[in-house]
């Protein structure tokens, strides 16, 4: 799939696609949704949840 | 043929209206240099105008239109640049009317004093602004 489908199959612009594989942007709940079902996966594991968490919490310790 | 877009569709064609008067009085005058590159500018924005009518009757395109629109970082990145457009604006009134303060007590200049009360008047109507809209959307 490319990022012109994808971002045809969420109704948002390539550009959003993009920032969001650099990590220049994190998506809405909503978007977030979207994507999870388009590749079949949950929203915690499309968005690294646990590990971000993991490094907020080793950021917090330091 | 259908028009996709009619706001955008009837925005043009009224510009266009417009700028088609303009130019036919600008011909009924002397033909000078503004007259010449004012028709010039005039042709230019026309071209551009009908771009916009065509846009606004493909389906494809009013959709691309729509998803520019509805993109939600194109939403954040739009909100974002008119929060710091006008903090810029903000602040820029508030040393604009420090400045005009101090060099008044420095060369005691009546115009520098009015034009200080105009930045400081400018600056707490931007504070008064941002007092309510904070209000507003604390609310809300």
Known sequence: ?62 | MKIYSKKNFFMCLVCISMIVVGITRSFSRDITVFNLLNILASITLIGYLIYGIKRSMSKKDHDEDVIEEMDERNRYVKEKSRQMSFLIIENTFGIMAITCILLTAVFGNQYLIISGLIFFLLWAFSLVVNFFTFLYYDKN
């Open chain 1, 1 to 62: 799939m490319t990022q012109q489908e994808l971002a045809k199959a969420v109704q948002v612009t390539s550009r959003t696609i993009i920032s969001i594989e650099n990590g220049q942007y994190n998506p809405s709940l909503m978007l977030a949704y979207k994507l999870s079902l388009i590749f079949d996966v949950s929203v915690e594991e499309l968005c690294c949840l646990e590990d971000n968490l993991k490094g907020e919490k080793k950021g917090g310790e330091l």
